[in-house]
T-cell receptor, first 115, second 112 residues
Framework: DAGVTQSPTHLIKTRGQQVTLRCSPK?????VSWYQQALGQGPQFIFQ???????QRGNFPDRFSGHQFPNYSSELNVNALLLGDSALYLC??????????????FGEGSRLTVL | SQQGEEDPQALSIQEGENATMNCSYK?????LQWYRQNSGRGLVHLIL?????REKHSGRLRVTLDTSKKSSSLLITASRAADTASYFC????????????FGKGTHLIIQP
């Protein structure tokens, strides 16, 4: 049973560029959440996708956008990259059938460096 | 913004000793979870305690929750070198659509 997979694992971009990160959820999961983790900090919630719609969003500008596909996989897009966007981007999957925010299954992350 | 605050920020103990980490949070919660992260990799779920529970055990882990003080503690008994990692508490405040709010973490080092 494959867990949450993310790609790419590492990437380097320059300021102003755009990046797309990809995530495949754990088998049987239909909900994907994205988190940003700066060095030495805890993860911060970016947004969550369910049924191909953004269901909730954290305190991130609209330079951060996403998409969920019919097979439940998801993409995170960041436009007009800033140096401060350098971070580990984590994808987490879950099943919408739980009544509250239960256990999340995380991928290994995509480490983005903006120069 | 971070809701939870773990204490201490860093902890170094000898293998075999017990490790205790604390977490405080600010708003009302539905549940509180603890996660482990090894050296900048993905997070692994350890244990979830609901707001109507006071204590929960899982193997060598014991979690307590005091909603009146808005605090939780994680105890790892008989620590092992493999327990070296960062530990984060995370709170969920509502329905399934809510993202988790993480603290800054406690970095635990187990000396062999």
């Amino acid at each position: 049973d494959a867990g949450v997979t993310q790609s790419p694992t590492h990437l380097i971009k320059t300021r102003g560029q755009q990046v797309t990160l990809r995530c495949s959820p754990k088998s049987g999961h239909d909900t994907v959440s994205w988190y940003q983790q700066a060095l030495g900090q805890g993860p911060q919630f970016i947004f969550q996708y369910y049924e191909e719609e953004e269901r909730q969003r954290g305190n991130f500008p609209d330079r951060f956008s996403g998409h969920q596909f019919p097979n439940y996989s998801s993409e995170l897009n960041v436009n007009a990259l800033l140096l401060g966007d350098s971070a580990l981007y984590l994808c987490a999957s879950s099943w919408a059938g739980v009544a509250d925010t239960g256990e999340l299954f995380f991928g290994e992350g995509s480490r983005l460096t903006v120069l | 913004s971070q809701q939870g605050e773990e204490d201490p920020q860093a902890l170094s103990i000898q293998e075999g000793e017990n490790a205790t980490m604390n977490c405080s949070y600010k708003t009302s919660i539905n549940n509180l979870q603890w996660y482990r992260q090894n050296s900048g990799r993905g997070l692994v779920h350890l244990i979830l305690i609901r707001s109507n529970e006071r204590e929960k055990h899982s193997g060598r882990l014991r979690v307590t929750l005091d909603t009146s003080k808005k605090s939780s503690s994680l105890l790892i008994t008989a620590s092992r070198a493999a327990d070296t990692a960062s530990y984060f508490c995370a709170t969920g405040s509502g329905g399934g659509a809510d993202g988790l709010t993480f603290g800054k973490g406690t970095h635990l080092i187990i000396q062999p």
